[in-house]
């Protein structure tokens, strides 16, 4: 049976952006990497084809995700520069880390997932890509 479009039944795209917010979250807190893979399946198969709305979440959601994996090899970078992983840094490294990197990421990501479930476009402060023209738009930081 042929995957259904849902571009019938939802024209603004809601439902596409909600299942990106969400496959997002997902991969930060749930299943790393194999939600990462299906969001990239994701947009691989309907950005192109996406209404502004769900294309803006598409868009948003990939290259937050793809910074997200960048500060994770960068921290482990960092804790290999300062001694490996046996060390007292390693800890200070990796707090600072989950408190500051990790869970900004998470609650901008739950910000876009409120931002889909009311239908509007959200940027990611600093790793957002620009909005598609007839996204709308809410407020905006």
């Known amino acids: ?5 849902d571009s019938d039944t939802d024209p603004t795209g809601m439902m596409l952006a909600v299942t990106a917010e969400s496959l997002y979250l997902a991969n930060l807190l ?6 990462f893979l299906a969001l990239a399946l994701l947009y691989a198969r309907r950005h192109a084809s996406a209404p502004p709305l769900a294309a803006a979440h598409l868009s948003q959601t990939l290259s937050a995700s793809l910074w997200a994996g960048l500060l994770l090899v960068v921290v482990n970078l960092l804790i290999l520069t ?3 992983y046996h060390t007292t840094h390693t800890w200070i490294v990796l707090i600072l880390y989950f ?3 990790h869970s900004t990421l998470v609650v901008c990501g739950a910000i876009g997932l409120a931002r889909a479930l009311a239908g509007q476009c959200w940027r990611y402060p600093l ?3 620009p909005l598609p023209d007839g996204c709308p738009r809410g407020m905006q930081p």
């Open 127 to 129: 790793v957002g890509r």
């Open 1 to 5: 049976m042929p995957v259904s479009d």
């Open 82 to 84: 300062l001694g490996g």
């Open 99 to 101: 408190t500051l990197a």
């Open 30 to 35: 749930l299943a790393p990497g194999l939600a």
